[in-house]
C-alpha cells in the first residue's frame, strides 16, 4: 500500500500525513483547508512526489462550470469545419476531454488536485457530487461514458471563501492545515534552504512571529512571505543583530500600506 | 460500536450524518487508526467534521468521552522545575516500551500519575519510572510512550486526550470570531441572478448559436439569453453615535464587507442617531448639513430594495413612541421614530434589523424595552457571524416569510 510521509521539500505535520493516508485508504476526496499560504496547493504535489504519480491540476476560477472538468464540445470548431465542407458527423472528434476526464482516462493512478474550489459558483460542488463519487460520467453527446480505469486520488483546496454544501463535505475527508508553530516552521524553512545556519534561521523565526502576534496587523504574513524575506535576507548579506531589530525590506512580509506603518511605529523605525 | 460516541458528538452540535458513521467505521476495519487512540482521534477528526470551527466541538466531546485527563491542571511548584530543565531523548526500542506501556487503561495510568506525584521528591530525567523528561516513562516530557501524558514542556510526541483536551481550535469556533472576510462571505448570500428573473434576452448565447447554425446546416442563427447579473439592491443603515460607539469596530467591519464585496446592482448607505426621523444623514456625524429627507429615500428608492439596519435600539422609550423624542434638541419631530419605523417596513417587503447588543440581553430590562418593541415590528438579528447569515437568508427568503 502506498503511504506518505511527507518529501524533502514539503514539511507534513503528523495529522496531516494521517489524512491524506486516511483519505487514500477509504477511496475519499481529501478537502484541504487552511490559511492562505500553508502550502495547500504544494501538499498534491507533494503527496504526488512521494509516491511517484503524475499530477493533474484542475484550477478553478470563478466562471469555471463543473462541466468544463469533463468534458468541451467544441461547437465552434464543428461549425467551422461544417463551412468547408468536411465531415462533421463525427463527434468524437470534437468532444475534449477537461481534467477530470483526463484524470479518468488515464492507465496509471494519478492525482488529481482540483485548486480552489471555493472560487467556483456556490452549486459548483454540488455538480460533481456524482462523477467524485462514481469516477464516471456520461457523453450524452456521443453516448459514451467515462470511467475511471484507475480511482485518481482527489485532492481539494479551499480558502473558505464560499462555504461548501453540506451533501459535497459528507463525502470528503476534511483536514485543515493551521499555521504552523515556531518548531514546524524551523523545519518547513530548513527544507527550502537546507544550508541556512542555525542562528540565523532562529532569529528570523523569532522577528517573523513577534510580527504576527502584532495584533492591529490585518493580513498577518504566512509562509511564502516568510520563505521570500529570508531570501531576501540572505542575498543582501543583512546583519545578524539588524533583523529582529530593525525587520529590513519589511515589504516583502507585509502587503498592506496600514501593515507596513503600524510596523515601523511598532519597532520605531523610518 | 460506540453508537454513544456518535450520539455525545450530535449532543455536542456536530452533524454527524450516517454516512460518515459507516466511513468511520470501514477506517476502523482496515485499521486506519492503527490501534492507537491517537490514530483514532485524527482518523475520527478527518472523517467526521467538515469545519475548522467545529473542531472545537469535537475536542471537547472527544475529551469527554476518553475523560480524566483535564483534572491534571496544577502541578506542584517544584515538579515544574525539574521538567523544566530538560534532556534530550535518550534511545530506547520503540517495540518494548509499546509492549510494556501499550493497552493501559486511562484510569490506571491517572491513578498511577497521582501516586508518582506523591512519591516523587527529585529530577529524574531519562528513565521509564518516574515523572520527568528525554525517557520512556508515561509522565512527562520530550520523551517516548505510547500511553503518555504530557507534563510541561512543548510537544513532540503527543497523545490523542491530550490534545483533544487542549482545545486549541477554540478560537476557530464560529459563535466567538467576527472577521471581515466571514462577513463579506456572508455576504454572497445576497445573490439573486436575473438568469432565474423575468428580463430581456439581450446577450448572446454562443452555444446554443453554433448548435442552431449547426442544425440549420451552416447557416447562421443567433440565439439570445438573459445575462447573469447579481440583482440584489441593498439599503443600509446605520445607528450613529452614543450607545453605538463601543460597537464602531464591528460596525466598520460589516460597512466595509458589504462596501468592498461590490457585488450589489446598488448599495445605498444612510445613518442614523438612535431611531430615524424626518432626516437621515449621508455621513456617520449625522450633521445638518449632510442630512437628506427620509421621505424623499423612501419615494426613490423602489420597493425591492433589501433593507439592513444596524442599530442598539436602545433608547429612552419616549425617542421611539412620543413625538417631538428625538434626542436632538433642536429637532422636533411631528411623528414618532415608531411610525417612521413602520414607514419603512410598509415599503420595503425585506427589512431586517441587526443588533450589536448580544441576544441574551435584549429584553428584561426596562432601558432596553425599546428593543422588544422594535423587534415586534422588525425581525432582529444579533450582529454576529451567524446572526448576519441568519438575517441574510430572512432577506433572501420567498415573499411573504419575514
Given at each position: 500500500m502506498n503511504y506518505f510521509e511527507g518529501s524533502s521539500s514539503y514539511v507534513a505535520s503528523e495529522d496531516l500525513m494521517r489524512s491524506v493516508n486516511i483519505a487514500m485508504a477509504l477511496e475519499k476526496p481529501l478537502l484541504i483547508k487552511g490559511?492562505?499560504?500553508?502550502g495547500k496547493t504544494m501538499l498534491a504535489q507533494a503527496v504526488a512526489d512521494a509516491l511517484g504519480m503524475e499530477l493533474v491540476i484542475w484550477n478553478i476560477k470563478s466562471?469555471?462550470?463543473?462541466?468544463d472538468g469533463l468534458y468541451v464540445y467544441d461547437t465552434v470548431q464543428r461549425l467551422y469545419d461544417s463551412q468547408f465542407g468536411?465531415?462533421?458527423?463525427?463527434i468524437h472528434k470534437y468532444i475534449k476531454l477537461g481534467k477530470l476526464g483526463e484524470a479518468f482516462r488515464s492507465e496509471k493512478k494519478v492525482i488529481l488536485l482540483i485548486d480552489e474550489?471555493?472560487?467556483?459558483?456556490?452549486e459548483f460542488p454540488n455538480d460533481l457530487l456524482w462523477e467524485l463519487d462514481r469516477m464516471e460520467f456520461y457523453i450524452p453527446e456521443t453516448q459514451e461514458t467515462v470511467k475511471a480505469k484507475q480511482r485518481p486520488v482527489v485532492i481539494i483546496t479551499s480558502n473558505a471563501e464560499k462555504e461548501l454544501p453540506d451533501a459535497f463535505l459528507r463525502r470528503c475527508i476534511f483536514h485543515y492545515i493551521a499555521f504552523p508553530n515556531e518548531q514546524m516552521m524551523a523545519d518547513i524553512v530548513q527544507a527550502h534552504y537546507?544550508?541556512?545556519?542555525r542562528d540565523f534561521c532562529e532569529q528570523v523565526l523569532r522577528a517573523f512571529y513577534r510580527i504576527r502576534e502584532v495584533?492591529?496587523?490585518?493580513k498577518k504574513p504566512s509562509t511564502s512571505e516568510l520563505l521570500d524575506w529570508i531570501q531576501a535576507l540572505r542575498i543582501t548579506g543583512v546583519s545578524l543583530e539588524s533583523?529582529?531589530?530593525?525587520?529590513?525590506?519589511?515589504g516583502v512580509l507585509m502587503k498592506k500600506n496600514e501593515d507596513l506603518d503600524t510596523l515601523s511605529k511598532r519597532w520605531g523605525h523610518r | 460500536m460506540f453508537y454513544d460516541f456518535l450520539e455525545l458528538l450530535r449532543t455536542y452540535g456536530l452533524k454527524v450524518s450516517v454516512n460518515e458513521w459507516l466511513t468511520l467505521l470501514e477506517g476502523l476495519k482496515q485499521d486506519l487508526h492503527g490501534d492507537s487512540l491517537l490514530g483514532f482521534y485524527y482518523l475520527a477528526r478527518a472523517v467526521l467534521v467538515k469545519s475548522e470551527a467545529d473542531f472545537d466541538r469535537f475536542d471537547a466531546a472527544f475529551a469527554r468521552y476518553?475523560?480524566?485527563?483535564?483534572?491534571?491542571k496544577e502541578l506542584p511548584k517544584e515538579l515544574e522545575d525539574w521538567l523544566a530543565q530538560p534532556i534530550t531523548q535518550r534511545p530506547y526500542d520503540k517495540d518494548e516500551v509499546d509492549k510494556k506501556?501499550?493497552?493501559?487503561p486511562l484510569e490506571e495510568i491517572m491513578r498511577q500519575f497521582e501516586e508518582r506525584m506523591k512519591e516523587q521528591h527529585e529530577i529524574h530525567n531519562?528513565?521509564?519510572?518516574?515523572?520527568?523528561?528525554?525517557?520512556?516513562?508515561?509522565?512527562?516530557?520530550?520523551g517516548y510512550n505510547p500511553n503518555g501524558i504530557r507534563i510541561?514542556?512543548?510537544?513532540?510526541n503527543r497523545s490523542a486526550v491530550q490534545i483533544a483536551s487542549e482545545?486549541?481550535?477554540?478560537?476557530?469556533?464560529e459563535d466567538s470570531v467576527l472577521e471581515l472576510r466571514q462577513f463579506q462571505i456572508a455576504f454572497r448570500r445576497l445573490r439573486q441572478f436575473s438568469a432565474d428573473m423575468l428580463g430581456?434576452?439581450?446577450?448572446?448565447d454562443v452555444d446554443a448559436t453554433i448548435q442552431e447554425t449547426c442544425d440549420h446546416a451552416g447557416q447562421l442563427n443567433l440565439m439570445f439569453t438573459r445575462p447573469r447579473r447579481n440583482t440584489v439592491k441593498v439599503l443600509l443603515l446605520f445607528d450613529s453615535g452614543g450607545s453605538m460607539d463601543e460597537y464602531a469596530s464591528l460596525c466598520t467591519t460589516l460597512f466595509q464587507a458589504a462596501n468592498k464585496s461590490?457585488?450589489?446592482q446598488d448599495l445605498k448607505v444612510y445613518y442614523f442617531h438612535n431611531c430615524f426621523y424626518d432626516y437621515l444623514y449621508?455621513?456617520?456625524?449625522?450633521l445638518r448639513s449632510a442630512q437628506i429627507p427620509t421621505e424623499w429615500v423612501l419615494q426613490n428608492l423602489p420597493q425591492d430594495y433589501k433593507v439592513i439596519v444596524v442599530g442598539d435600539?436602545?433608547?429612552?422609550p419616549y425617542e421611539l413612541?412620543?413625538?417631538?423624542?428625538?434626542?436632538?434638541?433642536?429637532f422636533n419631530n411631528e411623528e414618532p421614530g415608531i411610525t417612521w419605523i413602520r414607514k419603512f417596513t410598509k415599503r420595503y417587503q425585506k427589512m431586517v434589523w441587526l443588533n450589536?447588543?448580544?441576544?441574551?440581553?435584549?429584553?428584561?430590562s426596562y432601558y432596553r424595552s425599546t428593543i422588544d418593541t422594535v423587534m415586534r415590528e422588525v425581525p432582529m438579528f444579533p450582529l454576529s457571524v451567524q446572526g448576519l447569515e441568519r438575517s441574510l437568508k430572512a432577506l433572501m427568503a420567498a415573499h411573504g416569510q419575514r
Open positions: 490559511e492562505p499560504g500553508t466562471t469555471t462550470k463543473a462541466q468536411e465531415s462533421v458527423s463525427d474550489i471555493d472560487k467556483a459558483d456556490l537546507p544550508d541556512l545556519e495584533g492591529s496587523i490585518q533583523v529582529e531589530r530593525e525587520v529590513p525590506f519589511s | 476518553f475523560k480524566g485527563i483535564e483534572s491534571i506501556f501499550g493497552g493501559m531519562g528513565g521509564s519510572y518516574w515523572i520527568g523528561t528525554g525517557g520512556t516513562s508515561m509522565f512527562g516530557h520530550g510541561g514542556g512543548t510537544s513532540r482545545r486549541k481550535f477554540r478560537d476557530y469556533r430581456p434576452k439581450d446577450v448572446l461590490n457585488q450589489f449621508t455621513d456617520p456625524f449625522c435600539a436602545y433608547m429612552s413612541l412620543s413625538p417631538g423624542g428625538c434626542i436632538d434638541y433642536y450589536p447588543i448580544p441576544e441574551d440581553f435584549w429584553s428584561g
